[in-house]
């Protein structure tokens, strides 16, 4: 048994890394190759759709799943699935496909199931295990890796691929040798939860877990009480967070999808739509670190429907983007948004409901939300094809966050005596 005072800051980095590969680089390095490999194949844009399209509902699909078995065997098992199954993806990509329907079947299908397993349930699960008061600050560093992959991803997998003479496949295999690295780490470093000798983000975390008898406390420190997961379920709150989540990532399946081949049919390079998406994965730090620095104190509620409206301008300068400037203007600013609605709403569910619901809780919202957002891409797609504009896709989404970022900004948090304490 390893003792040390810091072993769950040690569990957070490693799981730091996990997330990164499996979350960050399928969201904003795919991005890059998926769009290079569908240009080079003469792919459609529908059939661009398609693939993130199924990955996020085959992420959304797997998530209560994920939510079980986390449960059952431990988030550190989850996670080697999770990294086994995307290095799978990542190597048939690179070896196998070349047709649309081969790419959603290893990207859509089997890379889906890489995130699911081995993302933001199993990681979220254990940062909730390790960490008590300071639980959000803690997910804010977990994210943040995700916006250090999303800014190193796109930039390496095109420099890969421009060193490489346009060979997009040598960009998969590179992927394929980071899903290995994650599987590697996820078993040398990756525990479950605080044993007797270990010790978390606090003294306190260490005594809960070696007397067996945790009290729960509040993002303030102040005593609460837990929700069971179907009481949770019940309340109406915890549905706006699941919406905003979905709205949230819907607009993010757009980006991902087609945010490339926008930027290429508004006049810019490949390089610099890359460079912009770099820039706009780099910029959702600043989005977790106002939540890590501000959402234990004031509370993550009125961060996250700020964040909202931020990301709601990020989009609609992304659809009006116009010269040098409007490359680099659009990008920080819905990476800001993106940062910390994402974070934010993680940080939401737990501050509202405990902690005991929480990897339920999870597992149920990443299931409504990437279930909502895979059809954006693929209707998206579909819209271009036939009338040759995203503006009035981008327009939908631009209204869905503003309307439910303002309902954030007057809900209150569920009254304790009126939760159900079922099981």
Known sequence: MVTTRYYGWRVLFAL??????????????????????????????????????????????????VAVAVNRWGARL??????????????????????????????????????????????????????????????????????????????????????????????????????????????????????????GASDELAAEASSGAAQIVDPSGKPTIEWSAKAALQSPTCWLVFTCMASVMAGASFYIAHGQVLLRDLGYSAGAASISIAIMAGASLVGNAIIGAFGDRVGPRPLLAAAMMVYALGLLLLAHASGTYGLYVYAPVMGIGFGAAQVGSMALLSHFFGTKPFASLTGVGVLIQTGAASIVPILAGAYFDTHHTYIFPIYVLIAMNVGVGAVL???????????????
């Open 78 to 199: 989850s996670l080697a699935v999770g990294s086994v199954l995307m290095l799978c993806s990542t190597a048939a990509m690179a070896a196998l496909v070349s047709n649309s329907w081969q790419g959603v079947i290893a990207f859509g299908f089997v890379g889906g199931l890489g995130t699911a397993f081995g993302a933001v349930v199993a990681c979220q699960a254990t940062v909730a295990a390790w960490f008590s008061r300071h639980r959000a600050r803690a997910l804010s560093i977990l994210y943040s890796a995700t916006g250090i992959g999303g800014f190193v991803a796109p930039a390496l997998f095109s420099g890969v691929i421009t060193a490489s003479g346009g060979r997009w496949k040598l960009g998969w295999w590179t992927f394929a040798l980071f899903a290995l690295a994650a599987l590697v780490t996820t078993l040398l470093f990756v525990k479950n939860a605080p044993t007797p000798g270990q010790r």
């Open 409 to 423: 900004f007057v809900v209150r948090k569920p009254p304790q005596n009126r939760m159900r304490l079922g099981s």
């Open 16 to 65: 730091c890394f996990v997330i990164s590969v499996n979350m960050a680089f399928p969201i904003y390095g795919a991005s890059v190759l998926n769009t290079v490999m569908a240009v080079d194949l003469h792919w459609d844009r529908k059939s661009l759709g398609l693939l993130v399209g199924v990955n996020m509902l085959t992420t959304g699909l797997a998530a209560p799943l």
